[in-house]
């Protein structure tokens, strides 16, 4: 097979997946290790990239993986396997190194090759199928609906709605859910915080805010709409009679205040589901029926909380379901002595509506406060799908945010903190959007709004901005002095390239190359910040060379002696604005043209 020619035909393969399954079929062409390796062991066999290309260009395991099923030595079954993987068209040589590492080095034309599939896929290059149109249900932020977001749900926001791009970049079908929490406490509180402006905007006195309402400047403006609408229609009512209306409508005006905010930072749900219609439609008695149908539910008392001393807890029973026979470290209950269901029991009955929608792989976002909620709710789904269903979910750690390294103040509009929308007028949503991946979602994150405001290294955004900006110009002042060139793409894509060697910007299309794998192994290890730290990187590089170009005329992309050199510069340079174009649209960034 020529791996070389293959890639453009296989454009949904990237060259880590070619090359290895080119590898598996010399061991299963080998008649004394086929009868030995299984299936499982050649999916272990992996394509890596070096950590110094002076190792070589790529590097397999394969010698490592399968020595001890064919009895034979590491570095021995290497040789063999070397001998053979230097058939492979596009292989220059193979070498063992270390305890049976087989590094090789591909051909400058193999390389050149993957020049032209850039070139010929534009941002697209990256995409692949192995999502194979499987559904996947992807539920972030769900914040509370009592007011505006804060910084923390624009971390959780930012991952999922990543996340959802990478895995429809690989192939998968992603619906984007939201989740209402429009039952309980919470959203009682937020109907008589609402009542009290309603009170206001009719000409009433409130001086402080009783303890237990919320106090957010946002709620006057709400209070006020509902006064328009009602008039004095609810004065002098009993709350039972007026707090249903009012906090339907505050409901309704703070998922408004919400999405509004989201669709600021660039981010649209397909689908909202609704806790109070759940419960409406009995799902969580048909949750506790099917449970017990299975023998997982039982009228029982839970161990005193280790630790200190709980002032409140009491030995009492409760209906409980037995997540300890799904890996949980303990059996949890679903209704409270007073008979009344937990979060838990309608979380249940969330998960169970996902399922019975068609989403047995279902993954959400949660703040890094309910960690200790995730055994037993991924238990939970086991339960309630039989086994078919699987839960991921994904943490998000807080974010502190800092004005020159010191904490920004409590937001007056809402109350409490900082709310998301502001940072995002301040800062603008490329920027919110990028920062929030420069850290693993479960490390705390520092967003500095001075920082990000600066044009230097140290500023991740503009750095990576600033390497496509220049790559722009440098399109732009090629025109000057070859104004009769053409530099689009196809014309770029048929340029000689035997100018891009080991001297003048190879190890760049090799770096570029290993994008289609950095895409899948963030979709599939759902590490949505893999490809800001890949951009970064390639960005590093990029600036790196064009620095040397300032020192050595013989490595800058535009050569006035000479249009075919250039031709093939400029199609480098263009191939790294492409793929950082690719990877900025997966972040759900603008790439920027000229810097401001």
């Given at each position: 097979m020529n791996i070389g020619n293959s890639i453009v035909h296989t454009r949904k393969m990237n060259i880590y997946n070619n090359l290895s399954k080119e590898i598996q079929r010399i061991v299963m062409s080998n008649g004394e290790l086929a009868k030995l390796v299984t299936p499982e062991l050649l999916e272990r066999i992996n394509i890596d990239p070096p950590k110094d290309f002076k190792f070589g260009d790529l590097s397999t395991n394969a010698a490592l993986i399968l020595a001890k099923s064919v009895k034979k030595n590491p570095r021995d079954l290497g040789a063999v396997l070397a001998r053979e993987i230097e058939r492979i068209e596009g292989v220059a040589s193979a070498e063992v190194a270390g305890p049976g590492f087989i590094n090789f080095r591909m051909a400058e034309t193999f390389w050149h090759q993957q020049l032209i599939e850039i070139l010929n896929s534009g941002i697209s290059y990256g995409r692949s199928d192995i999502g194979n149109n499987k559904n996947v249900n992807i539920e972030y932020v769900s914040a509370n609906p009592t007011g505006p977001m804060h910084v923390g749900h624009g971390r959780g926001a930012v991952l999922g709605d990543v996340l959802a791009n990478l895995l429809e970049k690989v192939g998968y079908e992603v619906t984007r859910e939201y989740y209402i929490n429009d039952a309980g406490a919470q959203v009682d509180t937020l109907g008589r915080s609402v009542f009290l402006r309603y009170r206001e905007a009719l000409g009433e006195t409130i001086n402080e805010i009783p303890e237990g309402l919320y106090p957010g400047d946002y709620l006057r403006e709400t209070g006020k709409k509902f006064a328009k609408i009602h008039g004095d229609k609810w004065i002098g009512t009993k709350e039972d009679e007026w707090l249903p209306v009012v906090r339907f409508f505050a409901i309704e005006e703070m998922m408004s205040l919400i999405q509004e905010d989201l669709a600021a930072l660039g981010v649209r749900h397909q689908t909202f589901t609704s806790e109070r219609s759940l419960i409406e439609k009995s799902s969580i008695n048909e949750v506790f029926e099917e449970l017990k149908q299975q023998g997982l539910t039982y009228q029982g008392v839970l161990e005193r909380p280790k630790g200190a001393e709980v002032e409140d807890w009491e030995e009492r029973?409760?209906?409980?379901?037995?997540?300890?026979?799904?890996?949980?470290?303990?059996?949890?209950?679903?209704?409270?002595?007073?008979?009344?269901?937990?979060?838990?029991?309608?979380?249940?009955?969330?998960?169970?509506?996902?399922?019975?929608?068609?989403?047995?792989?279902?993954?959400?976002?949660?703040?890094?406060?309910?960690?200790?909620?995730?055994?037993?709710?991924?238990?939970?789904?086991?339960?309630?799908?039989?086994?078919?269903?699987?839960?991921?979910?994904?943490?998000?750690?807080?974010?502190?945010?800092?004005?020159?390294?010191?904490?920004?103040?409590?937001?007056?509009?809402?109350?409490?903190?900082?709310?998301?929308?502001?940072?995002?007028?301040?800062?603008?949503?490329?920027?919110?959007?990028?920062?929030?991946?420069?850290?693993?979602?479960?490390?705390?994150?520092?967003?500095?709004?001075?920082?990000?405001?600066?044009?230097?290294?140290?500023?991740?955004?503009?750095?990576?901005?600033?390497?496509?900006?220049?790559?722009?110009?440098?399109?732009?002042?090629?025109?000057?002095?070859?104004?009769?060139?053409?530099?689009?793409?196809?014309?770029?894509?048929?340029?000689?390239?035997?100018?891009?060697?080991?001297?003048?910007?190879?190890?760049?299309?090799?770096?570029?190359?290993?994008?289609?794998?950095?895409?899948?192994?963030?979709?599939?290890?759902?590490?949505?910040?893999?490809?800001?730290?890949?951009?970064?990187?390639?960005?590093?590089?990029?600036?790196?060379?064009?620095?040397?170009?300032?020192?050595?005329?013989?490595?800058?992309?535009?050569?006035?002696?000479?249009?075919?050199?250039?031709?093939?510069?400029?199609?480098?340079?263009?191939?790294?604005?492409?793929?950082?174009?690719?990877?900025?649209?997966?972040?759900?960034?603008?790439?920027?043209?000229?810097m401001r």
């Open positions: 029973e409760q209906l409980l379901f037995a997540a300890s026979k799904f890996g949980d470290d303990g059996d949890r209950p679903l209704q409270k002595s007073d008979g009344s269901n937990t979060y838990f029991a309608a979380d249940i009955a969330y998960h169970r509506d996902k399922y019975r929608r068609g989403f047995d792989q279902m993954i959400d976002i949660w703040g890094a406060d309910h960690k200790g909620y995730v055994t037993r709710m991924q238990a939970a789904v086991q339960a309630i799908t039989r086994g078919k269903g699987l839960l991921d979910v994904k943490l998000c750690n807080l974010v502190n945010l800092l004005d020159n390294g010191t904490p920004v103040k409590m937001s007056k509009r809402s109350g409490t903190f900082v709310t998301l929308r502001e940072v995002i007028d301040l800062v603008g949503k490329d920027v919110v959007r990028f920062i929030m991946l420069t850290r693993n979602n479960e490390a705390l994150l520092d967003f500095d709004v001075s920082k990000v405001k600066d044009q230097s290294k140290d500023n991740p955004i503009f750095y990576v901005q600033y390497a496509h900006a220049r790559i722009c110009s440098i399109l732009r002042n090629v025109k000057e002095i070859f104004p009769d060139l053409n530099i689009d793409d196809p014309a770029l894509a048929a340029a000689n390239f035997s100018e891009i060697n080991e001297g003048s910007g190879l190890d760049f299309v090799k770096i570029l190359a290993n994008w289609p794998r950095v895409v899948e192994g963030a979709a599939l290890s759902g590490e949505p910040h893999r490809i800001v730290f890949y951009l970064q990187d390639i960005a590093a590089s990029f600036h790196a060379f064009w620095n040397r170009g300032n020192d050595d005329e013989t490595l800058r992309f535009i050569v006035p002696g000479s249009a075919d050199k250039t031709v093939a510069r400029i199609a480098l340079a263009r191939s790294v604005a492409i793929v950082i174009s690719s990877g900025l649209s997966v972040i759900g960034v603008e790439p920027v043209r000229e």
